[in-house]
């Protein structure tokens, strides 16, 4: 009789045991946050020039801190880092013809986006001088003829063969058997004074934010204006727009 009436003593102790256990509050009710170093954030942003309101075409931009670096492209006026630690970094965007721009970004737990506005490295002097050239080499071109010429005489600029500034590009007078040859003949004509027409100025536009129809030429002719023993026809060509053929 005594071991009936313990039985039901045992069985609820284990049960009140049991219940305990398994009732245990998680840490996270107890006041203890898990950390949130693995949360990740992402940077967006429109990259335009300050002067014309174009969207860039290409370019670099990279994002930086003591603790990392992440790097990624400008396509289509935009550029976009994914997964990035919180933290505070230096934004760097770099661009040919442009003025690199830096500043300081402070990530959260949350998505930032940034609108970028670029200043070219050349003055309006040096841009209407290249706008004037492009009327008096393609005004009777068509628009993307125009673009192709001022896309190729800003390829000279970074090409190692020619001078590093837009106007000693442009200007450029080479010797050679004690003669003078000018780069381009408005300059020697006198038809780079003429003003440029807006056409050639929004074209100077266009080519400056990465438009380039040239294909990365470096220099154009008009075929039917060269004889046959001139040095350009031994150049690799790129394309023929118009009336012009540009090449390397």
């Known amino acids: 009789m005594r071991s009936y009436f313990l039985l039901p003593s045992v069985l ?7 219940g305990c256990l398994t009732t245990l509050p998680p840490s996270s009710s107890r006041g203890l946050t898990p950390p949130l170093n693995n949360q990740k954030s992402s940077l967006t942003g429109t990259v335009k020039d300050a002067r014309s309101g174009l969207a860039l075409w290409n370019g670099q931009v990279s994002l930086t801190n003591a603790q990392a670096r992440y790097n990624t492209t400008i396509k289509e006026g935009t550029f976009e880092f994914k997964n990035v630690t919180p933290g505070t970094y230096t934004l760097t965007v770099e661009k040919a ?17 940034l609108a970028i506005a ?21 005004k009777g071109e068509t628009y993307q003829g125009q673009v192709a010429v001022a896309a190729s005489t ?36 006198g038809a780079i004074k003429i003003p440029a027409s807006q056409m050639a100025k929004d074209a100077v536009s266009d080519a400056l934010v990465g438009w380039d129809p040239s294909l990365r030429a470096t220099g154009f002719f008009a075929p039917a204006k060269v004889g046959s023993r001139s040095w350009v026809w031994n150049r690799a ?12």
């Open 12 to 18: 609820l102790l284990a049960i009140v045991l049991s």
């Open 97 to 113: 013809y442009y003025q690199p721009l830096k500043k300081q970004v402070i990530i959260k737990n949350s998505n930032i986006t």
């Open 118 to 138: 670029m200043t070219s490295s050349y003055s309006e002097a040096e841009l209407d001088l290249l706008a004037r050239l492009v009327y008096a080499e393609a």
């Open 154 to 189: 800003l390829n000279r600029v970074v090409h190692p063969d020619h001078p590093n500034t837009l106007s000693g590009v442009i200007n450029q007078v080479v010797v050679s058997a004690g003669r003078k040859y000018y780069q381009y003949e408005p300059v020697l004509n």
């Open 237 to 248: 060509s790129t394309i023929t727009i118009g009336n012009h053929r540009f090449f390397r």
